[in-house]
């Protein structure tokens, strides 16, 4: 069974900083891609930034230049720097891998999510 276990989340003023971590455990898998995703309150989940095996990286216009999202596959560790916090940035925020399971099967799973609240 595939586990994302996120941490890092918190309370900040505006123009602060989060580190959020998200840990990958699973048997006999091969991680992919993986990602942060956000979802607002009242408002649907939304792509943050990605980053391949390879280490490319894709980012939100929104949080382009303010936030970086980083993997150590030695760790199947992934995190997003997270700077210039704004208060539209408060969401519940999600990391997935996608990963090729032990039978060989494409898959993704998500971590249980972790609030980051920025006030004015």
């Known amino acids: 069974q595939v586990q994302l276990v996120e941490s890092g989340g918190g309370l900040v003023q505006a123009g602060g900083s989060l580190r959020l971590s998200c840990a990958v455990s699973g048997r006999n898998i091969i991680i992919d891609a993986m990602g942060w995703h956000r979802q607002p309150p009242g408002k649907q989940r939304e792509l943050v930034a990605t980053v391949t095996s390879g280490d490319a990286t894709s980012y939100a216009d929104s949080v382009k230049g303010r936030f970086t999202i980083s993997r150590v596959n030695t760790l199947n560790t992934v995190y997003l720097q997270m700077n210039s916090l704004k208060p539209e940035d408060t969401a519940a925020y999600y990391c997935?891998?996608?990963?090729?399971?032990?039978?060989?099967?494409?898959?993704?799973?998500w971590g249980q999510g972790t609030q980051v609240t920025v006030s004015s």
């Open positions: 997935n891998a996608d990963y090729i399971d032990e039978i060989g099967l494409p898959k993704r799973s």
